[in-house]
């Protein structure tokens, strides 16, 4: 039995323009041990798919499907019994540790919490398993940090703080929702690297948000992009990183910026070797505004009226890796020339 089994999942939202499904059939599986990557623009359901998973949807929500952790239902939890599995078998590193953590709480006071709450520590006790995890998670001068407030740490340390929190009870599942997102290059590297050898060492299961592909082929061992709420490409990360199969994915990766590449000058000024950063045309529509078809076919240089007809089927591409395309294959000249 996977660890998390997500199977059909819909989540729909209440706007000031009525209902909308912010997630469409979303399904998939999680192994203790294994690590999975949600990637995707803003505004695509990477973050509505772990607050589901995390039972913090906004109020008025409507969630249909199932999501299934070792076997239990979470769709239908009542909130005492989220309480009690949240922070204890599914914990979340948030993207921003400064709106995370309450800025009136020491550190150490923060990290006992759920200790407290979910193990039965008494204070002291939990205050040094705090220490421990502190110094777990590499903290500079750990003991000292303990009565310190978050505006006196840097953006790594609180990082680094929120993860502690995350790992306490040790979690079954861990999502981890751009956790570097506010990071300079060297200390996301280095959280990253933090984060792959504690799931390693405690067997957990890996959830990881980011629009960063280098970090999703460096971290994850599957991946899975999403668009408009729906999953549009999944498969293992080197296999859909070497195919692109379906147009989103592959005007993802030639927007993206690469070193040595300058910007060319308008009129064609500037230097002969440099390119133009390649865009996807348009924006991601709203959630009131959905298309009956495919989520991308507005933006698409291969749509054709099929698309639009209805929600595409997944096509196999290779072993484990499928994509929600009817045009798979199709060359985009325009996005592979500017790559």
Not at 55 to 84: F, I, K, N, Y
Not at 294 to 310: Q, T
Request: aromatic share 2%; glycine share 10%; proline share 7%.
């Amino acid at each position: 039995m996977p660890l998390l089994e997500v199977d059909h999942l819909r989540v729909t939202l209440q706007t000031s323009r009525g209902a909308a499904d912010a997630l469409r059939e979303v399904s998939f599986t999680l192994d203790r041990g294994q690590t999975l990557g949600l990637i995707g623009e803003s505004g695509c359901g990477k973050s509505i798919t772990a607050l589901a998973l995390m039972g913090l949807l906004p109020e008025g929500a409507q969630v249909a499907g199932s999501m299934c952790l070792d076997g239990r239902e979470l769709s239908t939890l009542p909130e005492a019994d989220w309480c009690r599995l949240r922070g204890r078998r599914i914990a979340m590193v948030f993207q921003e540790p400064m709106t995370a953590l309450n800025p009136l709480h020491t550190i150490g006071r923060q990290i006992a919490e759920p200790l407290r709450l979910h193990l039965g520590l008494s204070a002291a006790a939990a205050r040094a398993q705090a220490l421990r995890l502190l110094e777990r998670v590499q903290l500079p001068q750990a003991a000292q940090r303990l009565d310190a407030y978050p505006h006196q740490l840097s953006g790594g340390q609180r990082q680094r703080v929120v993860i502690a929190i995350a790992l306490a009870c040790g979690p079954d599942l861990l999502i981890a929702d751009e956790p570097t997102t506010a990071l300079d290059v060297t200390i996301q590297r280095e959280v990253l690297d933090l984060i792959e050898q504690l799931v390693r060492e405690d067997g957990m299961g890996l959830l990881l948000i980011s629009h960063d592909l280098g970090v999703m082929a460096d971290t994850v061992e599957r991946v899975m992009v999403m668009y408009g709420g729906l999953v549009v490409e999944r498969g293992p990360t080197d296999q859909v990183f070497e195919r692109l199969a379906h147009p989103y994915t592959r005007g993802l990766f030639a927007a993206r910026p690469r070193l040595g590449l300058r910007h060319a000058r308008p009129g064609g000024g500037g230097d002969r070797r440099g390119v133009r950063l390649a865009t996807i045309p348009g924006r991601v529509p709203e959630l009131a505004d959905l298309p009956r078809g495919c989520p991308f076919a507005e933006r698409c240089a291969v749509v054709v009226d099929d698309c639009r007809a209805g929600l595409p089927p997944a096509v196999a591409v290779g072993p484990g890796h499928d994509a929600r395309c009817l045009r798979v294959g199709v060359p985009l000249p325009a996005v592979d020339a500017a790559a």
